[in-house]
């Protein structure tokens, strides 16, 4: 899983927002082995292929499907933070997928398993994480950057959904549970860093229905 870096910059006393930097990022190590009591979910039949999977455990034709990978777009708000400086507040910036609904639709108790890497399975049980997507014009907003008006004090706010995460029996899979059924909406499943200023370029989006 790829992962971006994001940094601020301030121009001609005004402080406006710069451009999304993507260096190379190094993979962190693995974490140390957890605790022997591990409460495992039952193995799962997954699809040979992909990585993210949704269990649509809600309907009468329960199937696994596979999520597919939505890259995502920076937003600069470059005219919003022009109004920000002349009233001293600081810079945003937004993550975000294009267009306003994801490609399928899900129900409400939909569980979603991944596939881990062989190479790095805790970094990966230790970023997934589920999100709501902030529904805009003609986007959905993944995550927001904010800055102070002295260009410090990086901030990175997420909408995340309490989930559970359960490891698969005999599988390198996780399961990700949420704690409640899921309003109407647009959601992904992404993989977040713990630095602030990093984020991974893919969402695995899907729409949850009023229906």
């Known amino acids: ?14 402080y406006s927002l710069s451009a999304l930097s993507q260096p190379p990022q190094k993979a962190a190590a693995p974490e140390a082995s957890r605790p022997a009591t591990v409460a495992y979910a039952p193995a799962v039949d997954l699809p040979p292929n992909g990585m993210v999977f949704a269990h649509q455990n809600g309907t009468s034709a329960s199937a696994v499907v596979p999520l597919h990978a939505t890259e995502i777009k920076s937003n600069s708000h470059a005219a919003g933070n022009f109004a920000r400086a002349l009233v001293y507040a600081g810079p945003h ?14 129900p409400a108790t939909t569980v979603l398993y991944v596939r881990l890497s062989s ?15 902030q529904e805009k014009q003609d986007s959905r907003q993944v995550l927001e950057y904010s800055r102070n008006i002295f260009g410090g004090s990086l901030k990175r706010k997420a909408d995340e959904i309490a989930v559970e995460k359960t490891e698969v029996e005999g599988q390198l899979v996780l399961r ?36």
């Not at 997928?97 to 490609?103: D, K, N």
């Open 119 to 133: 190479e790095h399975p805790d970094l990966d049980r230790e970023r997934a994480t589920l999100v709501r997507l």
């Open 1 to 14: 899983m790829y992962i971006r870096s994001f940094t601020l910059a301030a121009f001609v006393g005004l």
């Open 176 to 211: 990700i549970t949420p704690v409640k059924p899921l309003e109407p909406g647009e959601y992904g499943l992404t993989f977040l860093p713990k630095d602030p200023a990093q984020y991974s370029d893919v969402v695995f989006d899907f729409t949850v229905s009023a229906d």
């Open 93 to 106: 910036a937004g993550v975000e997928l294009s267009g306003t609904r994801a490609p399928i639709t899900l």
